[in-house]
């Protein structure tokens, strides 16, 4: 599976951003997609996942301010991100997870830039 992320730039604080991981098949065969994000100097961290099932979850520093969603037609996976922070600077990278059997298959986008100034 390829992921493929993108919208990702530079705002203002209280700025909004929407970032799409667009899937090279389909996004309902991945059990869990997600974002992550990684500052410098920080290790990767889980923003935001979107289950088969549609099930969401948050980061606590971000609930309330981020939406996941998904177009499974378009196989995408965005992220709105709005009341933006400037510790929200960050790399983000698409996630997916799939599991055959008892076996876990992790695929990763490449990174998108996040700056948000004060």
């Known amino acids: 599976v390829q992921l493929q992320a993108f919208g990702g730039g530079s705002v203002q604080a209280g700025g909004s951003l929407r970032l799409s991981c667009a899937a090279s098949?389909?996004?309902?065969?991945?059990?869990?997609m997600g974002w992550y994000r990684q500052a410098p100097g920080n290790q990767r961290e889980s923003v935001a996942s979107?289950?088969?099932?549609?099930?969401?979850n948050y980061a606590d520093s971000v609930k309330g301010r981020f939406t996941i969603s998904r177009d499974v037609a378009k196989n995408t996976v965005y992220l709105e991100m709005n009341s933006l922070k400037p510790e929200d600077t960050a790399v983000y990278y698409c996630?997916?997870?799939?599991?055959?059997?008892?076996?876990?298959?992790?695929?990763w986008g490449q990174g998108t830039q996040v700056t948000v100034s004060s």
């Open positions: 979107i289950a088969v099932s549609s099930t969401t």
């Open positions: 098949e389909s996004i309902l065969k991945m059990n869990v």
């Open positions: 996630n997916a997870v799939r599991m055959v059997l008892w076996s876990k298959y992790d695929y």
